[in-house]
């Protein structure tokens, strides 16, 4: 099982930026696809953003397209998410997950770990 812990999150005005961060451990970085959701009260979780473990391949939600950047770090063992010109409808849990040698991965069943989320919130 990996071990995921998220942060970053916080409260920001519509327009502005965060980067979340994920730290992982418990197996080796560099096998881990890695992805983020987000759930907002009363929503199913929702895919945000993928990076696969082999390649440099990124994947978005058409909604964050062109606003958002995940990345990752393997010598830190971490996964970013940058967020820019963050809307209200952003606002939301955002989660972290794993899954090791997923070559497809963008809804939750594809993932078998999970952080804890982090809260991100957009005022108008």
């Known amino acids: 099982q990996v071990h995921l812990v998220e942060s970053g999150g916080g409260l920001v005005q519509a327009g502005g930026s965060l980067r979340l961060s994920c730290a992982a451990s418990?197996?080796?970085?560099?096998?881990?696809?890695m992805g983020w959701f987000r759930q907002a009260p009363g929503k199913e979780r929702e895919f945000v953003a993928t990076?696969?473990?082999?390649?440099?391949?990124?994947y978005y939600a058409d909604s964050v397209k062109g606003r958002f950047t995940i990345s990752r770090d393997n010598a830190k063992n971490t996964v970013y998410l940058q967020m820019n010109s963050l809307k209200p409808e952003d606002t939301a849990v955002y989660y972290c997950?794993?899954?090791?040698?997923?070559?497809?991965?963008?809804?939750?069943?594809?993932?078998?770990?999970w952080g804890q989320g982090t809260q991100v919130t957009v005022s108008s």
């Open positions: 997950a794993a899954e090791p040698y997923k070559t497809y991965a963008r809804s939750p069943p594809d993932f078998g770990s």
């Open positions: 418990g197996r080796t970085f560099s096998s881990l696809t």
């Open positions: 990076v696969l473990w082999s390649t440099p391949h990124t």
